[in-house]
């Protein structure tokens, strides 16, 4: 079995945001940038599965900028076998159909079996990718996995849902994508880190992969939500029903 799992180049989690004066990108230049928090678990979760005898590869994927290589080189040292850079602007790479489309190709290219990846990533929090995924490829999905078992004849994933958790049955290929709780990403050793550097990492572009995208999304303004106001404390009902009246909550 084939593994993909798209590993997205975020801002760490840690670090504070900052936005440019255009109010148009983030702030990036000599800021900590990590893999996306949910992508590692997937990435951990793909590597477990090659552990325990059930996959045979793991080729990590990420679609963005020439320093993408150091999110995936950090991939290939917890465990995956060869990675794949697509270069793109920011455009393709925050629209989640754009980014979809491109999975689905190397999909094709490279006869995967499960695409392991990211409920959503920390950045822009869209958690469209994985289902629009699914549906260009007719698969079946699993979303929000927090267990993922192969013991059996079809792939049981535990997902959390709004009413507690529900177990679904997947018949490979399928897409599945990962919640907080499905495992914790394992340190990497320096040893790892070195062998690392000597594991294949091919670079595409969309002309080779004979495909010309229009973002359906385009971000047109970034500003920090607005401050809330401090609360009120109040000392009788009567106090405060006068003034759920008065800030008319009722409509």
Same mark, same amino acid.
């Given at each position: 079995m084939?593994?993909?799992v798209?590993?997205?180049?975020?801002?760490?989690?840690?670090?504070?945001?900052?936005?440019?004066s255009d109010?148009?990108?983030?702030?990036?230049?000599?800021?900590?940038?990590s893999?996306?928090?949910?992508?590692?678990?997937?990435?951990?979760?793909?590597?477990?599965?090659?552990?325990? $005898?059930?996959?045979?590869?793991?080729?990590?994927?990420?679609?963005?900028c020439?320093?993408?290589?150091?999110?995936?080189?950090?991939?290939?040292?917890?465990?995956?076998?060869?990675?794949?850079?697509?270069?793109?602007?920011?455009?393709?790479?925050?629209?989640?159909?754009?980014?979809?489309?491109?999975?689905?190709?190397?999909?094709?290219?490279? !006869?995967?079996?499960?695409?392991?990846? $990211?409920?959503?990533?920390?950045?822009?929090?869209?958690?469209?990718? $994985?289902?629009?995924?699914?549906?260009?490829?007719?698969?079946?999905?699993?979303?929000? !996995?927090?267990?993922?078992?192969?013991?059996?004849?079809?792939?049981?994933?535990?997902?959390?849902?709004?009413? $507690?958790?529900?177990?679904?049955?997947?018949?490979?290929?399928?897409?599945?994508?990962?919640? %907080?709780?499905?495992?914790?990403?394992?340190?990497?050793a320096?040893?790892?880190?070195? %062998?690392?550097?000597?594991?294949?990492l091919?670079?595409l572009?969309?002309?080779?992969?004979? %495909?010309?995208?229009?973002?359906?999304?385009?971000?047109?303004k %970034?500003?920090?939500?607005?401050?809330?106001?401090a609360?009120?404390?109040?000392?009788?009902?009567?106090?405060?029903l006068?003034?759920?009246?008065?800030?008319?909550?009722?409509?």
């Amino acid at each position: 079995m084939k593994i993909l799992v798209p590993l997205k180049r975020v801002i760490d989690y840690n670090v504070v945001v900052q936005i440019q004066s255009d109010h148009r990108e983030v702030v990036t230049d000599n800021v900590k940038m990590s893999i996306n928090p949910f992508d590692e678990i997937a990435l951990e979760e793909a590597i477990r599965l090659c552990e325990s $005898g059930h996959a045979e590869e793991i080729i990590c994927v990420s679609i963005g900028c020439s320093q993408a290589q150091e999110q995936l080189r950090q991939g290939l040292a917890m465990g995956g076998h060869r990675a794949i850079l697509v270069h793109s602007d920011s455009s393709i790479e925050n629209d989640p159909l754009s980014v979809a489309k491109i999975l689905a190709e190397l999909v094709d290219r490279n !006869a995967i079996d499960l695409v392991l990846m $990211g409920k959503q990533s920390i950045d822009n929090d869209c958690n469209q990718t $994985g289902q629009m995924l699914a549906g260009l490829l007719n698969w079946p999905q699993a979303t929000f !996995a927090s267990k993922v078992d192969f013991s059996k004849k079809a792939v049981e994933v535990s997902r959390e849902v709004d009413g $507690g958790a529900e177990i679904v049955s997947l018949s490979l290929p399928a897409v599945i994508t990962s919640d %907080l709780r499905l495992n914790e990403p394992r340190f990497i050793a320096l040893p790892n880190i070195m %062998l690392a550097k000597q594991k294949p990492l091919d670079e595409l572009t969309l002309d080779d992969l004979k %495909l010309n995208l229009k973002p359906k999304i385009v971000r047109k303004k %970034l500003d920090f939500p607005e401050k809330r106001q401090a609360g009120e404390v109040f000392t009788d009902i009567d106090t405060f029903l006068e003034r759920l009246d008065k800030d008319a909550i009722w409509d």
